[in-house]
């Protein structure tokens, strides 16, 4: 009996990866992976495959749910899923874990760094001061979902942080900061909410992983054209600051001193 | 002019460093690291040394505070400050990098995997669910914190999980999972609060990072005495639980499936 292992590939590029998981990787029988829950925008597929020495079989998100192809694979040896951040971030992933288990196949997580944590301590904000994160999805005429900026109240009422992660889709589509902040303004003016104002701090980072990240904090209004570079980008609405988290907002991400 | 790269080591052991940390240590004029904040208790700094092929500088809290024998050392080349798990979570680090950005110093971030998103994961929990999260610091007759329970409550309240670390010392003393629950216990008692009492479901987890992390799921007063093997340990009070994540801790963590 086998042994699935899924591997975090952390942040940005190739070398995020961690020396035990890309041990795992290239000890396994079969490698695949996931760009579903988010990707590596500073590397691809080619250049993994490269690395590990090994073909790796990419899944789509209905590959993971049905699971079939890569449970059979781990029943038969050993297998790793290569997952980008810190693997079990995705119900998706949990569940087929589950499932492993469930047909008596060993299952280990080896971790990598995660946009959870690399976020804060890029500007220099303290992980203790954040309350629960939320994600902006894609919207439309008929989808509006309201629960980021009820997320981003709750936290600001209690003077914690918030970190607002970005939707993308399968077909390659990633939202911007910029559209993200857009549409909080659109909720909270629809809700005269105070609790995000086109004068609200704001903090937006872009390229978290790699050798020079982008980052500014500033009034959310002026945020909104920012360029932070092809995305992955992520935002984070302060609650209250400690001066030294102030003096890294000013130093790190170019926020006016005397904002 | 030189530079300072924060390096995160990762959780456990030396392979849990990412292979753009290994890289940076390697190329660094001189090496540093830190072990106040975190340990990595699957190596020693001798393995660390033999792995990146230098002689590293462990640092006291006194050491990093002070900053001057690190800035020297960045004003005349680069320099690599391990640290372990993300770099960036302590005040201390942060603090460092503006000093060294006032100096005219170039900085940057090698990030590494966190447990505060890795005990999220082990456990099959989702991170989105989780509010602040708090720390249980050693206790004195007159040192007796109620912060940690405050932030239990507060999360409970709205169906958060919360994240509980553990305090550890200079001197190598690591406060325990075990521990931890009872100093909650006897806060609880004292405040006759029913946010946390000895039927509450309290998570313990040991060992993240290593191949076979230690992990439990129960009654709080059940876990107590539930041996993790040396700590690290932490502690998660969950809120809410989706029904994969009661099956999740049912799998991987031993909860009695009626709890």
């Given at each position: ?127 203790y001061k954040f309350g629960r ?42 939202l911007t900061a910029g559209k ?80």
């Open positions: 009996m086998g042994e699935l292992v899924f591997v975090g590939l952390g942040l940005f590029d190739e070398k995020d990866i961690t020396l035990k998981g890309l041990d795992a990787a290239r000890a396994a029988d079969s490698v695949f992976a996931e760009f579903y829950t988010s990707s590596l925008r500073g590397t691809t597929v080619a250049t993994l495959e490269l690395m590990i020495g090994k073909a790796i079989r990419s899944l789509t998100r209905k590959d993971i749910e049905q699971g079939s192809e890569i449970l059979d694979a781990a029943r038969r040896g050993s297998v790793a899923l290569l997952i980008p951040g810190d693997p079990m971030s995705a119900t998706t992933h949990v569940a087929l874990r589950l499932r492993a288990i469930d047909a008596g196949i060993e299952t280990r997580i080896v971790h990598g760094p995660s946009i959870v944590s690399a976020a804060a301590g890029v500007l220099g904000l303290q992980s994160a939320t994600t902006v999805p894609f919207t439309g005429d008929t989808f509006r979902p309201a629960s980021p900026l009820d997320v981003i109240e709750e936290n600001r009422k209690r003077g914690l942080h918030t970190l607002v992660l970005l939707d993308l889709t399968e077909g390659g589509e990633f993200a902040i857009e549409y909080l303004l659109e909720l909270a003016a629809e809700r005269k909410s105070d609790a995000f104002t086109a004068d609200t701090l704001a903090c937006v980072l872009g390229q978290v992983g790699s050798d020079r990240p982008r980052v500014a904090a500033g009034r959310a209004k002026d945020l909104v054209s920012r360029d932070l570079g092809r995305p992955l980008h992520c935002v984070i609405i302060p609650g209250e600051l400690h001066f030294m988290e102030k003096e890294a907002l000013v130093k790190l991400a170019g926020l006016p001193p005397g904002h």
